[in-house]
């Protein structure tokens, strides 16, 4: 079964430092990833879908995919206190008419101004 | 205009009885999601349902119904609630074979 691990739990940057958050996936057929942000008691916001080793750009976020070593990174650019929120990264594997996200349990960004 | 909406957003139930958390979708989605958020645990998909009339067991279904009388609404029943279904539940909905998913704002569900 999937397992998808997120590090660090938690994070802080000073604002206008680059942040950078890894995820780890188990499932060499994975071909679909994606990083949501979530504020407090909020719902989840869709930053960044990547499908293809390299990288993918979303305003000041990146994706960085590399499959070989099972990772998928996320660059944020020049964070604000506003980018202040739980990452998390989902995890699939296209498959017929349902695709099965796998979450893994999130990294706590602070960004102090 | 929010195209997943849940209700309610807040609930205190008690112990043994009976919960109905409602999600209703205007993207004209095939499948429809529930999943509970937990601190350490991410999101983990407790029922599924490929179109009206369907419902399918997804990785943590113990405790738990699902009903989809139609394309639109999709519901998370909890006959006999416990503590240890306190959690935020969120509704998702995405097109079929599509991996995108649109969540809703989440429920909170407190058990005593």
């Known amino acids: 079964q999937q397992k998808v691990q997120q590090s660090p739990e938690s994070l802080t940057v000073s604002e206008g430092a680059m942040a950078s958050l890894n995820c780890t996936f188990s499932?060499?057929?994975?071909?679909?990833f994606r990083w949501y942000r979530q504020h407090s008691g909020k719902g989840l916001e869709v930053l960044v879908s990547?499908?293809?080793?390299g990288e993918k750009e979303e305003g000041s976020f990146t994706a960085h995919l590399n499959r070989a070593s099972l990772h998928v990174f996320l660059h944020i650019r020049e964070p604000q206190p506003s980018d202040s929120a739980l990452y998390l990264c989902?995890?699939?594997?296209?498959?017929?008419?349902?695709?099965?996200?796998?979450f893994g349990a999130g990294t706590r960004l602070a960004v102090c101004p | 205009e929010a195209a997943v909406t849940q209700s309610p957003r807040n609930k205190v139930a008690v112990t043994g009885g009976k919960v109905t958390l409602s999600c209703n979708q205007t993207n004209n989605h095939n499948n429809m999601y529930w999943y509970r958020q937990d601190t350490g645990h991410g999101l983990r998909l407790i029922h599924y349902s490929y179109g009206a009339g369907s419902t399918e067991k997804g990785d943590i279904p113990d405790g738990y119904k699902a009903s989809r009388p139609s394309q639109e609404n999709f519901s998370l029943i909890l006959e006999l609630a416990t503590p240890s279904q306190t959690s935020v539940y969120f509704c998702a909905s995405g097109d079929a074979g599509e991996a995108e998913q649109f969540f809703g704002p989440g429920t909170r569900l407190t058990v005593l």
């Open positions: 989902a995890v699939s594997i296209g498959a017929g008419s349902f695709n099965k996200l796998t």
């Open positions: 990547i499908f293809s080793d």
């Open positions: 499932d060499r057929s994975s071909d679909n």
